[in-house]
């Protein structure tokens, strides 16, 4: 059974810090890339950050210039720094991992809360 399973949220003030982890189950052979979405109350979801398994990356332009992705050393995992929190940073935050399986597929984690606020 596929898991993608996230850590790291928290809540903390604006203007600070918070780096989430995400780790899948999925071979490092079938994964084509991973990222984070968030969602906030009453909105819909939307992308935050992507990164390719050739390492491109892409970024909302909400968050460019603050928040990094990036691959963990085993390739099966992801990381997102995010700094210089905003208000409208707080949602629950999910990653996801698009994959082969017999066609293109994709994964969900269960979600972390992300709450910035003083």
């Known amino acids: 059974q596929v898991q993608v399973v996230e850590s790291g949220g928290g809540l903390v003030q604006p203007g600070g810090s918070l780096r989430l982890s995400c780790a899948t189950s999925?071979?490092?052979?079938?994964?084509?890339?991973m990222g984070w979405y968030r969602q906030a109350p009453g909105k819909q979801r939307e992308l935050v950050a992507a990164?390719?398994?050739?390492?491109?990356?892409n970024y909302a332009e909400s968050v460019k210039g603050r928040f990094a992705i990036s691959r963990g050393t085993a390739q099966n995992s992801v990381y997102l720094q995010m700094n210089n929190l905003l208000p409208e940073d707080t949602a629950v935050y999910y990653c996801?991992?698009?994959?082969?399986?017999?066609?293109?597929?994709?994964?969900w984690g269960q979600g972390t809360q992300v709450t910035v606020s003083s």
């Open positions: 996801n991992v698009d994959y082969s399986d017999y066609g293109p597929s994709r994964a």
């Open positions: 999925i071979s490092i052979f079938s994964i084509k890339g």
């Open positions: 990164i390719t398994s050739g390492g491109t990356t």
